[in-house]
């Protein structure tokens, strides 16, 4: 299977801006390689009709309806199928994280890719070519970095290519153009429906991110490992405390959800699910707000606070996440055990060499604010 793809949207963020797209649109064009040849001349043909010396580009037809709904019912005999994925800006950059430019785009272009790697055995992934060199460099760095099959580069290769040399990238580019129709607010206006248009042609359109109240377990894309039950008890209790505290005006409050949104949104939108350190989480937090806080007080204000609602949260010398499986349980009561532990045998000897010492006159659980302490050494 060969995947060309390419993007509708910009990277920004500045929704006030003129021209700030509130979507970010990625398209997977689907040919198998038996069809390839007979594909891109048969498109080739299209573009030259409609765009002569000129890219197929989207932009370049921009409202002319009559005209865009012309070539979609000519690229509708041609062999191809569409994958897309549609991210909510304005969602992804309360909750993620990912505000850089250059970290949206190589972690929203993986969605894809990942989505492919998963479907088809032997596949080739063609992307647009942007950013020079070093930045291509860096991306195909950090697919392979992300990638959870083996050998990516064996039976499964990627590359980059300049769409003006490419129709095939052009025509993925035009799709996702024309699917921007369906939910950009300044384009939705008069525009007919082009999912519906499209839909002999789409497998699948993937919405990012994934929200709690409308998120499906997909067996296709995570581990054996992962206990469905274990999540959906965690996010029930992540629901609780939002609808509780969302817009509360409390500092603390306010840190406890940017903090548990951003391990929610990293839980229910990356597959891989891993441990986030804690410096990773105290510098969102700092981006978010604009300040710096200790350690101590991520530890105690945020974390133990937010444990105390009943949020689940595991914990490993890794950093923290919400658990999806049970190992993960059991790493957050490990690590509790080697500081707990210790700390009530310290308090035990303290207790006992003081009562040996005054001859049993003086034993410090029985002030009736350690009842409970004394419960638990005398059990």
């Known amino acids: ?64 309806h009559a005209r865009r709904l012309e070539i979609l019912n000519e690229l509708m005999d041609t062999d ?15 909750d993620s994280g990912l505000m850089y430019q250059e970290s949206f785009y190589k972690f929203v272009n993986n969605l894809v890719h990942k989505e492919l790697r998963y479907a088809f055995k032997k596949l ?33 290769e990627f590359y980059f290519q300049d769409s003006k040399n490419n129709v095939l990238i052009q025509l ?15 384009k939705k206006e008069d525009a007919p429906n082009y999912i519906k248009i499209l839909d002999k042609k789409i497998i699948r ?22 206990n469905n039950e274990i999540s959906e008890i965690c996010l029930r209790h992540i629901q609780g405390f939002l609808s509780k505290y969302e817009k509360a005006a409390d500092e ?18 990356n597959d891989t699910r891993k441990y986030i350190p804690t410096t990773e989480l105290i510098n969102n937090l700092k981006y978010r ?36 499986k049970e190992n993960e349980l059991y790493d957050f009561i490990n690590h509790g055990t080697t500081i707990i532990m210790p700390m009530l045998a310290r308090l035990k000897k303290c207790r006992d060499n003081i009562k040996i010492g005054t001859g049993g006159n003086l034993d410090l659980f029985d002030n009736s604010e350690y009842t409970t302490l004394k419960q638990f050494f005398d059990i």
């Open 289 to 324: 707000t604009g300040k710096a806080v200790s350690m101590q007080y991520f530890r105690t204000r945020i974390i133990a606070k937010l444990r105390d609602e009943g949020v689940i949260i595991a914990s490993s010398s890794k950093g923290y996440k919400i658990p999806a």
């Open 124 to 156: 080739v992934v063609c992307a647009d070519e942007i950013g020079g060199n070093e930045y291509m460099k860096s991306f195909c760095n950090y697919v392979k970095d992300n990638e959870d099959i083996p050998n990516l580069f064996g039976e499964r």
């Open 80 to 94: 191809f199928k569409i994958f897309s994925v549609v991210v909510d800006k304005q969602k992804l950059f309360n």
């Open 205 to 226: 359109i993937e919405h990012f991110p994934r929200i709690i109240s409308k998120y499906i377990i997909e067996k296709s894309t995570i581990s054996d490992e992962h």
């Open 1 to 64: 299977m060969y995947a060309f793809t390419d993007e509708s949207g910009n990277h920004e963020f500045n929704f006030d801006q003129d021209g700030v797209s509130t979507y970010f649109i990625v398209t997977a064009v689907l040919i198998t390689e038996a069809r390839l040849n007979a594909v891109e001349n048969e498109v080739e043909a299209i573009r030259k009709k409609y765009f002569q010396t000129e890219e197929m580009k989207s932009s370049l037809v921009g409202k002319n």
């Open 252 to 269: 603390d409050r306010m840190n406890q959800v940017i903090v548990l949104k951003y391990l929610c949104s990293k839980f229910l939108n």
């Open 172 to 186: 993925a580019g035009f799709i996702s153009g024309t699917l921007s129709f369906e939910y950009e607010k300044d």
